[in-house]
């Protein structure tokens, strides 16, 4: 079992910037694929960006602003988020998976408790 645990959410003006970090526990982190979704009222959850062991891939919604990386020793998986819209407002969910497509929530095993990202106007 992995347990993921989000932070770094917040509250931020159009055009300002958060990173978001998710620590692991359980397995060792090296062992799966990262990423983040997120989920805004009324709408699915959506893949937002995932790296397997480096490099990493985007939604076209997100490219250009943000940047996943991970940190294998710290068990820990981060999310800088760059210029951000009132769009990209949804409470952001970290996951890993083992195997399937990025873009399938149901292809991913564990997930986090979720973190509020508010992007104000």
């Known amino acids: 079992q992995v347990q993921l645990v989000e932070s770094g959410g917040g509250l931020v003006q159009a055009g300002g910037s958060l990173r978001l970090s998710c620590a692991a526990s359980?397995?060792?982190?090296?062992?799966?694929?990262v990423g983040w979704f997120r989920q805004a009222p009324g709408k699915e959850r959506e893949f937002v960006a995932g790296v397997m062991w480096n490099g990493g891939s985007y939604a076209d919604s997100v490219k250009g602003r943000f940047t996943i990386s991970r940190d294998n020793a710290k068990n820990t998986v981060y999310l800088q988020m760059n210029s951000l819209k009132p769009e990209d407002t949804a409470v952001y969910y970290c996951?890993?998976?083992?195997?399937?497509?990025?873009?399938?929530?149901?292809?991913?095993?564990?997930w986090g408790q979720g973190t509020q990202v508010t992007v104000s106007s």
């Open positions: 996951a890993t998976q083992n195997s399937g497509s990025y873009y399938n929530p149901d292809d991913w095993s564990y």
């Open positions: 359980g397995r060792t982190f090296s062992s799966y694929t």
